[in-house]
């Protein structure tokens, strides 16, 4: 994932650059800079950002706005609203997620460093829930990212064995990214939300012992109101994290189905077992690597 970066948002150019200034000496960081919401979101858009440093007043919106957009597009990047209190609409921050760093307080500066230090990965205007060690877990799912094409024929027949097993209309090996899943491999009828904040796959690389099952994901509280997962015809679900070799939880097996379903204790210990088969592979590519040609 590399070091963490910052865009800083401000339509007044010597703000904007002494505030980049600023962070990028003080916190050691890569700073990108962006005069206008259209100009933020285009850099949003093609570039991967940690944290949001935004002033309110543009000519083509408010801070606030941005704030909703990156709420939105990428809900694991961090937001920050520096800006003159008396500027801002606060009856608008119950819509939005976002800390706020009025620019007339005599500390304003170092209040600034210490949230973009905190945020980012690990405290975000995600609404899904976030693994400990975030940061670390996005760097080792995008050195897993690197490999795909060695591990997509290993993921596939893995995928294939929890189909038969469960008799289940489809089945993937999915690696969690910022604010997407990246599919490795899959096979089956149904297709699943690849967007983080809607995946069941999110849920499961916080469940206990790794293994999360949905009998019925009508029913259950954290999946009932989300559209996209009933549209794709996911009834039930079961799903077990797939480790990194450095222990972080980097992606699921998974299995789904039309149907409601019951899983038993041994149906989760063999979707466990599966999912185990990837870091062991992993460490057996280690260890001829390190042997050498």
Known sequence: MGETEVLVVDRDEQTRLRTAKFIRERLAV?????????TAKDALENQSVDVVVTGYTFADGNGLELAGYVRETAPGTGCILYTHSESVDTDSFEDV????????????VETLAAL???????????????????????EAADQLLAIRAEIG??????????????????AALTIICRDRLEV????????????????????????????????????????GDTEEIHAAGI?????ATVEAREGYAVG???????????????????????AAVIPEILALRDRDDSYGP
């Open 30 to 38: 890569s700073v990108l800079t962006a005069d206008s919401l259209a």
């Open 252 to 274: 699921t097996l998974s299995v789904y189905d039309d149907e409601l379903r019951e899983f038993s204790e041994a149906d989760r210990n063999y979707i466990g077992e599966l």
């Open 184 to 223: 490795v491999a899959g096979v089956g009828e149904l297709t699943f939300p690849t967007v983080r904040e809607q995946s069941l796959a999110t849920h499961t690389i916080v469940s206990e012992n790794g293994v999360m099952a949905v009998g019925d994901t009508r029913a259950d509280p954290r999946f």
């Open 116 to 138: 973009i230090e905190q945020a980012g990965p690990e405290q975000t205007q995600a609404t899904y829930p976030v693994p400990q060690a975030e940061r670390e877990r996005l």
């Open 153 to 170: 024929p290993i993921g596939e027949r893995l995928a294939r064995l929890a189909a038969d097993h469960f008799d289940a209309k489809g």
């Open 97 to 108: 997620v976002v800390e706020f760093v009025g620019k007339e307080s005599p500390d304003a």
């Open 235 to 239: 009834r039930s679900y079961l799903g």
